[in-house]
């Protein structure tokens, strides 16, 4: 049944990679700072079961044009891809987040302590990259969250990088 579950997610997860290019989204104004701050509140159970800590600063009544659905879509990924990732010392920073808009547009970043040696970052934009094989098999996914991210951002206009 799991990996009936997993194989639906997949083809699930290929589609909408597949129909990114091809549907219409309509632009809305868009409160960013609320959408934001509800994607980070669902991912906090995520966050707390690996014992780590989001720290966001978030700027208030930030709007853009755009579509609720995909920039959700955006922060949903980065956000559990980075609880995924993240070295497990609860000493360490845990994960920061960061929204703030300036005279260039708005900006968001995510930051974390990676866990040793588990991440080429040259391929984490590549279709089914996750990782080491020897990484924690319970928070590994289909390899497809982050292509998805650079997808919607490229079609949108938005950049995106790793560092």
């Known amino acids: 049944i799991r990996q009936n579950t997993k194989m639906a997610q997949l083809t699930e997860q290929l589609l909408g990679l597949s129909r990114i290019g091809q549907k219409e989204y309509p632009l809305e104004t868009i409160a960013l700072d609320r959408l934001l701050q509800d994607q980070v509140e669902e991912q906090q159970i995520s966050a707390v079961q690996r014992k780590l800590e989001l720290s966001a600063s978030i700027e208030p009544d ?46 968001f970043t995510i930051s974390n302590q990676l866990q040793a040696g588990n991440l080429d970052l040259d391929r984490i934009w590549e279709p089914f990259y996750v990782g080491e094989s020897s990484r924690n098999q319970n928070l590994s996914g289909t390899g497809l969250g982050l292509p998805i991210v650079k997808k919607i951002a490229e079609q949108c206009g938005y950049g995106i990088n790793c560092i």
Do not use: M, Q, T
């Not at 609720?68 to 010392?89: C, P, R, T, V």
């Open 62 to 107: 930030l709007c853009v044009r755009g579509n609720a659905e995909i920039i959700s879509a955006i922060f949903s990924n980065l956000l559990s891809n980075a609880i995924k990732y993240a070295a497990e010392d609860e000493s360490g920073p845990g994960i920061e987040i960061h929204l703030y808009g300036n005279d260039d547009g708005c900006h």
